[in-house]
C-alpha cells in the first residue's frame, strides 16, 4: 500500500476568525443532545452505571478487555503456571515486575520463587499480559486497585496474585490440535520474513 | 587450619623463571586477514573483490566483507565437521552448493551467500534442525543468546508443519560437576564432543543413538568433570548444555559486558564480566589468540563470586569505628611514620597499586612482601600453579628487597613490626600472625571482608577488580587489562588513588593518579588498548548484551 499525503490548508478564513460561529455550533450540538437525553423516554443512547446499588455489579459492565490488577494462573495440580521467563519483567515499561527465578526440579524445569508486583508503579499498560507465553499472568480480575493505607500493602505477591487466579486450559506454547486452521499467517509487520 | 603457621615452602612463584612457558592453544581456523607482507588469494564475495590469507575458508573469508554466513557447526577454535549444513553458499562452476565452513579459498572463486538457491537452503536446513527441536524458550536459559533464536528470526520465520509429535530426549540430565545436558535442545552439531576431544582431550561426550534418536550423552560411567568443561555450554549454540551455577540466575538479555581479564591465576585469560546492578553473574572467555585462544578454565569462571555485594567494604574503619575517607587516610598517614614497617605488597593487585605502594615504601623505607594467593593447580593447557593474577608485575613493583610470606607470617606471629601496610585482602595467613596485625598499627586496602581484611585495625575502602581500570602482569609478562564493570560504590577508591592521598596526607607533591599510571605502562608497553582507555574510559562502559553468542 502506498501511503499518501493529505494536505491541509492552514490558512483561517473570515468566518474561523470571528471564532463565534464554531461557538454556536458546538453548543448546539450539545444541547441537541441534551434534549434528546431527557425528552426520550428510556433515556436515550446513554447509560448511567448505578454504583453501589446491591443489585448492579459493576463489573458486567466493563468491556472484556478492561485491565484490572494483575492475577497469575495456575497449573491443573495447582502450582503457578509461570515459568520465570522474565518476559513480562522485561517488556514492563514502569520496571515494577521483579521475579527470583528458581529450578523445580520436573520436567517443568523453572518457576518463579517470588514473583512481586509494585501496582503503585504499574502504569497499568497490559504489555506484561501480551508478552506472556504461557498465559501465566493476566489482567481481567475487573478489579480496580484498592487504597491501601502503606505503600507495602500495594505491593503484590505471588500469593496474592495466585489468590485471584484460576485454572487455565491454555496448551503450553499456544498451540491447539488443530493449530493448522487457526494459524496466523507469516506476520507482515517483520519486513525481513523472507518469503 | 587454627594454630599452624603458614608453611614457608609456598613461596609466591612470580617472573617467568620457575615454571613452563604458557603456549597459548593454536585455534585450527585463523581469522581470514592476511597480515602484512603475506602472499594472498583474491576470491569475490557477493561481487566484492577480497584479498584473503591462503588457507583460509569461504565462511572466515566472507566475514572480512562483512557477511556473516549463518552457521551452527563451525567454531574457530574447532576442527571442521561440516555436519550442520546451514553455512551452504552457492560457488560458481562447482554444480552443488557447498559448505563453507570446509570449502578452502581458491583463486579466482565467485561465491555467492545471498542468491535464491542459498536462502532457500538455509531456510530448509532450519526446518529441519527445529523439527524436533522442543522450542522451550521461556525456560531455556540459552534465550536471548542463542544461535538457533537468532537464525530463526533472521532467515526463517515461519510457524512449524511438523503435526506429529517430537521426539523426547532426556531433559535437565545431570551429567558433570558444573553442567546440565538438555538433550531435546541439542542439535547435533558435534562441537561439545570435538571441544572435549581436542582442546582437555579427555573426550567424555560422545553420540549415541541413531537417526531421529540421536542424541548427545557422556561416555557411560563416566562423567563430563574435566577443568575446562564449562567452555562446552559456550560452544553450544543452543540450550543444550546449561552450567549449573548461571542457570536460571539471570536472564542474558538483562546482562551487560564489560572486557577484563580473569584475575584466577598466572595466565591471565581474557574475559568478559557479565553484570547487571553492580552485581556481577558470570565470566566468560573472550577471543585472545596470544593467550587463551577461545578458552577458560572452570576455576576461573568462579572468580565473580568474590564480587558478592554482601562482603563489600563499603567505609573506611579505624579501630573498629566508621570513619569518614579523608580522615582515615590522615590517621593512617600520621600512624604510619617513622614506624618499623613491613610493607606489603599483593600479587592480586594490579600494577598503578603495586608500583604506587612501591613509592610509599620507598618514603617509609621498612621491609617488603609480596602476599598471594596459595598455590593450585595447574597443567599444560591454560592453568597455573599460581593462583595470582600479578605475582610477575608485583615482584617487579617490589624492587629488589624482598621476603617470603612465610616469613612475614612468623615474623608478625613474633611481632616484629610496629606497622604494617596491606596492598589487598587477600592471601591466607595463620590465626596466630593474624593476631600479630591487631595489635599494631595495621592498615589494610581491602575490597572485601576477609580474616585478613577484618585483622587489621585501619580499613580503608578499595574498588574490586571490578570497578578498576588497570593493568597486570601475567605470567608471559604481557600487559593484561582490567576494566571497570560499575563505578565503585561508597568511599570505595582505585587502591592506587589511596595511596596517593596517603603519600599527600605525608607532604608528597605530584604523586600521580591512578589514570596517570596506567597510561604510563600502557606506552611502555606499547599497549594500544589500554592506552586509549586510559585517555578516555568511555568505552569502557559495560554494554548490553544482545544476542550475545558472539563466541562462535
Ligand atoms: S501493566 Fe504494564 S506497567 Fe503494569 S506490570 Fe504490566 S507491563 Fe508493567
Ligand atoms: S511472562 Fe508469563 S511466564 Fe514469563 S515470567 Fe511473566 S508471568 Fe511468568
Ligand atoms: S535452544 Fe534456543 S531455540 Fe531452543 S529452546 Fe533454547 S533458546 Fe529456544
Ligand atoms: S550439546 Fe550443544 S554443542 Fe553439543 S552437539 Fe548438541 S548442540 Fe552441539
Ligand atoms: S556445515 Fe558449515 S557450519 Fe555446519
Known amino acids: 500500500m502506498t501511503i499518501g499525503v493529505k494536505k491541509v490548508s492552514l490558512t483561517r478564513t473570515t468566518r474561523d476568525q470571528i471564532f463565534l460561529p464554531a461557538i454556536f455550533e458546538g453548543l448546539l450540538t450539545t444541547a441537541k443532545h441534551f434534549f434528546k437525553n431527557t425528552l426520550t423516554p428510556g433515556m436515550g443512547d ?150 | 587450619m587454627a594454630n599452624e603457621i603458614h608453611p614457608s615452602a609456598t613461596p609466591i612463584v612470580a617472573g617467568p623463571a620457575p615454571k613452563s612457558a604458557l603456549t597459548p592453544p593454536r585455534a585450527p581456523n585463523v581469522p581470514a586477514d592476511p597480515t602484512p607482507g603475506e602472499e594472498t588469494v583474491t576470491v569475490n564475495i557477493d561481487g566484492e573483490d577480497v584479498a584473503v590469507r591462503p588457507g583460509t575458508n569461504v565462511l572466515e573469508a566472507a566475514k572480512l566483507v562483512g557477511k556473516d554466513i549463518c552457521h551452527f557447526c563451525y567454531h574457530q577454535g574447532l576442527s571442521i565437521a561440516a555436519s550442520c549444513r546451514q553455512c551452504l553458499v552457492q560457488i560458481d562452476k562447482m554444480p552443488k552448493l557447498q559448505p563453507s565452513c570446509q570449502v578452502g579459498v581458491r583463486p579466482g572463486m565467485v561465491v555467492h551467500t545471498n542468491s535464491e538457491a542459498v536462502l532457500k537452503a538455509r531456510r530448509e536446513m532450519l526446518e529441519f534442525t527445529l523439527k524436533n527441536h522442543p522450542v522451550d ?153 596470544s593467550v587463551n585462544g577461545h578458552w577458560m578454565c572452570d576455576e576461573g569462571r568462579s572468580t565473580y563470586k568474590s564480587l558478592d555485594a554482601a562482603d563489600r567494604v563499603r567505609h573506611a574503619t579505624v579501630d573498629g569505628e566508621q570513619v569518614a575517607l579523608p580522615d582515615a587516610i590522615a590517621i593512617a598517614a600520621k600512624r604510619l611514620r617513622g614506624k618499623h614497617i613491613a610493607v606489603v605488597f599483593s600479587a592480586t593487585a594490579t600494577n598503578e597499586a603495586n608500583l604506587a605502594l612501591a613509592q610509599l615504601a620507598d618514603l617509609l623505607g ?131 588513588d589511596l595511596i596517593r592521598d596517603l603519600l599527600l596526607a605525608m607532604g608528597q607533591r605530584d604523586v600521580p593518579t591512578a589514570r596517570e599510571r596506567t597510561q604510563r605502562l600502557a606506552e611502555a608497553h606499547q599497549h594500544r588498548q589500554l592506552s586509549r582507555l586510559a585517555q578516555d574510559p568511555t568505552p569502557a562502559r559495560p554494554t548490553l548484551l544482545r544476542w550475545a553468542n558472539s563466541r562462535g
Open chain 2, 137 to 289: 524458550c521461556p525456560i531455556c536459559d540459552k534465550a536471548g543468546e542463542c544461535t538457533l533464536q537468532r537464525h530463526y528470526m533472521d532467515h526463517d520465520h515461519k510457524l512449524t508443519r511438523v503435526d506429529v509429535p517430537k521426539i523426547r530426549k532426556a531433559k535437565h540430565k545431570d551429567i558433570g560437576r558444573e553442567i546440565v545436558l538438555d538433550a531435546e535442545r541439542c542439535i547435533l552439531c558435534s562441537r561439545c564432543i570435538r571441544f572435549c576431544e581436542e582442546i582437555p582431550g579427555t573426550s567424555e561426550l560422545t553420540m549415541v543413538s541413531r537417526g531421529e534418536h540421536q542424541s548427545i550423552d557422556v561416555h557411560s560411567g563416566q562423567r563430563l568433570d574435566n577443568a575446562y568443561s564449562l567452555n562446552t555450554v559456550d560452544v553450544c549454540p543452543v540450550g543444550a548444555l546449561t552450567s549449573k551455577d548461571f542457570r536460571f540466575a539471570i536472564r542474558a538479555w538483562e546482562l551487560s559486558k564489560v572486557d577484563t581479564t580473569c584475575n584466577g591465576c598466572g595466565t591471565g585469560c581474557a574475559v568478559e564480566l557479565h553484570t547487571k546492578h553492580e552485581q556481577a553473574y558470570r565470566v566468560v572467555p573472550r577471543e585472545d589468540h
Open chain 2, 366 to 496: 621498612g621491609e617488603r612482601f609480596v602476599l598471594g594467593r596459595p598455590p593450585g593447580r595447574g597443567d599444560e593447557i591454560l592453568r597455573d600453579r599460581d593462583k595470582n593474577p600479578n605475582s610477575a608485575g608485583a615482584l617487579a613493583a617490589t624492587g629488589a628487597v624482598s621476603k617470603h610470606e612465610g616469613e612475614l607470617a612468623l615474623e608478625l606471629a613474633g611481632r616484629a613490626y610496629e606497622a604494617v601496610i596491606v596492598l589487598a585482602d587477600s592471601g591466607e595467613l595463620s590465626e596466630v600472625s593474624l593476631g600479630g596485625l591487631r595489635g599494631i598499627t595495621s592498615v589494610c586496602l581491602a575490597d572485601r571482608h576477609t580474616p585478613l581484611a577484618d585483622a587489621c585495625t585501619i580499613l580503608l575502602p578499595a574498588a574490586s577488580w571490578a570497578e578498576v581500570l588497570g593493568s597486570y602482569t601475567n605470567r608471559q609478562g604481557k600487559l593484561r587489562s582490567v576494566q571497570p564493570a560499575w563505578r565503585a560504590e561508597g568511599d570505595r577508591k582505585h587502591r592506587a
Open chain 1, 46 to 195: 446513554i447509560e448511567t452505571i448505578r454504583y453501589g446499588d446491591p443489585d448492579v455489579d459493576v463489573k458486567d459492565y466493563y468491556p472484556d478487555r478492561f485491565r484490572g490488577v494483575h492475577r497469575l494462573m495456575y497449573r491443573e495440580d495447582g502450582s503457578v503456571r509461570c515459568v520465570a521467563c522474565m518476559c513480562c519483567s522485561t517488556v514492563c515499561p514502569a520496571n515494577c515486575i521483579a521475579i527470583e527465578a528458581e529450578d523445580r526440579n520436573d520436567d517443568r524445569e523453572k518457576a518463579p520463587l517470588s514473583f512481586v508486583i509494585d501496582e503503585l508503579k504499574c502504569v497499568v499498560c497490559g504489555f506484561c499480559v501480551e508478552a506472556c507465553p504461557c498465559d501465566a499472568i493476566r489482567m481481567d480480575t475487573k478489579e480496580h486497585m484498592q487504597p491501601t493505607e502503606t505503600r507495602a500493602e500495594a505491593v503484590l505477591g505471588k500469593v496474592d496474585l495466585m489468590s485471584r487466579g484460576g485454572p487455565s486450559v491454555a496448551v503450553q506454547g499456544g498451540v491447539s490440535p488443530d493449530y493448522r486452521a487457526e494459524a496466523p499467517k507469516a506476520d507482515p509487520r517483520f519486513s525481513h520474513d523472507p518469503r
